[in-house]
Structure formats: C-alpha cells, structure tokens
C-alpha cells in the first residue's frame, strides 16, 4: 500500500511538473509573441519619419525617433564628440534656428536584424544657407535602431562626418 501511495504521489508530482513546464513554455511564448521584432520595414519606415521631420524641422517628430537611451559618436578630421538625446536635439534645433532652406536625404544599406534590434549603414545628406553661404554635410553612420512603440528608433549612431 505505501508502495502504491508513493507511486502514486510520484505520478502526480510528474504530471504536476508537466503541468507547470508546460505552463512556464506557454507563458514564454505568449511574452516573446507580444515583444515587437525588428523588420526591414520598421527602418525603411524609420528613415522615411526621419526625412519628413527633419525637413519639416519638427523637434518633437525626431524626438520621437530616437531613443531616449541614445548615444551619437560624432568624428571630423581626428576629433570626436558623443551626444545623448537631449544634447543631440539641441544642436539640431539650433542649427535649424541659424540656417534657412535646410534640406535633409537619407539613405539605409547593410541592414542586419537580431530581434528587437537592427544594425545599418546610414548616410544622411544635409544642406543649408547660413549667411548667405551654402554648406553641406554627408554623414555615414553605423546605427543601431531597436522597436519601441512598434515603431523603429535609434539607440545608437557611430558617425563620419564630410563637410564639402
């Protein structure tokens, strides 16, 4: 008899062990299912938002499309800066402040995606009249867009900066 009980409460502790597996899988999976994954998509549309507000000069649009755990590595002949967000906005909505007909292109190639987060190759073009002189820079990045919202944003930019 304590022979049958054992293997009976051994049978049990099996199935409730099944049970619980089986439980702990299916919470996993439904976690995973809700966690937004990177597309190809999400940075075409990523680079598409970026154009429009830029050249729309909307702060609060490019808010919008960086992380506010970002950090831009800017390099120019030799010397190099970082930026987080707030310092990054900054020097873009001063920029807009002293320029007129401020235009911005944008260009993604090299896309690699690992889950939530993509890698690309970034090349922005910008260009603008300050005192009635015409400049223009070409940017190559490598950046790191990650989902948030369901939308794609950018976490990280090491970046080449030209002035021609």
Do not use: C
């Amino acid at each position: 008899m304590k022979k049958l009980l054992g293997s009976r409460l051994l049978a049990l502790l099996v199935k409730g062990a099944s049970v619980t597996a089986i439980l702990a899988v299916a919470s996993t999976i439904s976690i995973n299912a809700q966690a937004a994954t990177m597309t190809e998509a999400l940075v075409q549309n990523y680079a598409a938002a970026m154009k429009s507000s830029a050249n729309s000069q909307s702060i609060n649009q490019v808010a919008r499309l960086v992380s506010d755990d970002a950090l831009i590595s800017l390099s120019r002949k030799g010397k190099s800066t970082s930026l987080d967000k707030d310092a990054y906005l900054k020097l873009l909505q001063n920029s807009w402040n002293d320029t007129s007909n401020y235009r911005y292109d944008i260009s993604v190639d090299n896309i690699v995606i690992t889950g939530d987060q993509a890698k690309a190759n970034v090349t922005t073009n910008e260009s603008w009249t300050k005192d009635g002189q015409q400049t223009s820079f070409v940017t190559t990045s490598r950046v790191t867009l990650t989902v948030s919202t369901g939308n794609a944003v950018l976490l990280r930019a090491v970046s080449q900066v030209a002035i021609n």
